[in-house]
């Protein structure tokens, strides 16, 4: 039988690569567009590239860019894929109030030129297509929040994706194509990005047991995020893309922890028991053994507006995907300590 042939933007990213194996495992050719770095970007698919000139090859990685319509026309022209799923973004909260020009580049126009490439090449009738959406894009609606929630999005990133969730939805049904998205609450892991909120954390403490760091800055602890395992949530990417209808779904645990919570148990793991004392940007957590202080505030980790709550209801995927989280909370915090540990 053909190999289905699916190309992946974002590949090099957390998503990206583990849906990257997840699906040649399943039997497709996977190609992925990359962006042309200084430095080699590619260390989260080391273990899956192979010598292009190996005739069992079944990953091609191209390069490209969201923002250069140009690379994305040609790499969709020359690999012809049964499924795109985008994934690539500029995907840090934060990040997007300091290059909020670029974010809307990247995020919301980047969509719109694969749309357009899809549409321009014909192949409307023949590619499926995944639009990685956010539980950003709801920003102050209170949870939990479902695929009929109200958006009112709180930041440049969170404001880009709702233009590419829309120009999806408005490419669906002018032109008809596959166009399918995803509102995904915060996944994590250990190849989660350094820079997001349960990697330091899991970072933070592995390097204090190591000696390496003294303690951990952050920012604010009294927001709630609904995190789940990036494990299972690209399996519900790949089963949206399944489906007969193209449609919209969120994809969540229903349940919901704030940031401090996730500082204790992550911290109760490894063994120490977090106390807090003092307030706002005084706050400090220390070690109930050692008195030692182990996280303390930094206002520069505040945003210029924040989510305070996101709790997704995922029963739509339940009842028509047939899906559901299977990795614990807990247990996502452990394997992402193991790795931090060990590294
Ligand atoms: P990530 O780890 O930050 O990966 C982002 C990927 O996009 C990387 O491969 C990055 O390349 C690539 N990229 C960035 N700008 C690009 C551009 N201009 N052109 C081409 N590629 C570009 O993000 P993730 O956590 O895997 O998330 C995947 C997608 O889901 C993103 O669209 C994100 O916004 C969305 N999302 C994530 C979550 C979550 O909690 N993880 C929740 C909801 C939605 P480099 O490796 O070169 O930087
Ligand atoms: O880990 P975060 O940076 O993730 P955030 O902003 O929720 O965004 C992530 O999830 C979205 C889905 O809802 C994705 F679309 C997006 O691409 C990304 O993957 O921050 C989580 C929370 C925030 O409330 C933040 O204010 O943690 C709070 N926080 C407190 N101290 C911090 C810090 N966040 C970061 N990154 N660094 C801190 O020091």
């Known amino acids: 039988m053909k190999k289905k042939i699916s190309l992946i933007t974002g590949i090099t990213g957390q998503d990206g690569s583990i849906l990257a194996k997840f699906l040649i495992k399943k039997g497709y050719i996977v190609h992925g567009l990359k962006r042309r770095s200084s430095s080699f970007n590619t ?55 300091e290059t909020p020009e670029y974010t809307a580049n990247a995020d919301a ?32 609606s209170p949870p939990p929040q479902n695929e009929n929630t109200p958006m009112h999005p709180a930041s440049p990133y969170g404001a880009a994706k709702l ?42 403490i592995a390097n204090i047991l190591k000696g390496k760091q003294k303690l951990i800055y952050l920012g604010n602890l009294d927001a709630y995020r609904d995190w789940g395992d990036a494990r299972d949530y690209v399996e519900a990417m790949w ?9 919209d779904f969120v994809i969540a645990t229903g349940k919901s922890y704030s940031v401090r919570s996730f500082v204790e148990i992550a911290f109760l793991i490894v063994g120490i028991k977090i106390k807090w004392r003092g307030k706002g940007l005084n706050e400090v957590g220390f070690d109930q053994k050692t008195n030692k202080i182990l996280i303390k505030i930094d206002k520069k980790y505040f945003r210029p507006q924040e989510v305070d709550h996101l709790r997704g209801d995922y029963n739509k995927a339940k009842k028509t995907l047939n899906w559901q989280p299977k990795i614990k909370f807990k247990k996502m915090i452990k394997d992402m300590l193991d790795k931090d540990l060990n590294f």
């Open 43 to 97: 260390q989260r698919i080391n273990d899956i590239y192979q010598d292009i000139h190996d005739r069992n090859n079944n990953l091609f990685l191209h390069y490209g860019d969201l923002t250069d319509f140009t690379s994305i026309l040609n790499i969709i022209k020359k690999v012809k894929p049964n499924e795109i799923y985008n994934l690539a973004a500029q995907s840090h909260v934060q990040v997007s109030f």
């Open 109 to 140: 126009l980047g969509t719109l030129r694969i749309l357009e490439a899809i549409k321009i090449l014909n192949l409307t009738k023949k590619v499926k297509f995944y639009q990685a959406s956010t539980s950003e894009m709801y920003g102050s």
């Open 163 to 204: 233009y590419a969730h829309w120009i999806t939805k408005n490419y669906r049904t002018s032109y008809n194509i596959f166009a399918s998205t995803g509102i995904l609450f915060n996944h994590e892991g250990p190849s989660r990005g350094e820079t997001f909120v349960s990697r330091k954390i899991t970072m933070g």
């Open 239 to 247: 089963k949206i893309l399944q489906l007969k209808k193209p449609d």
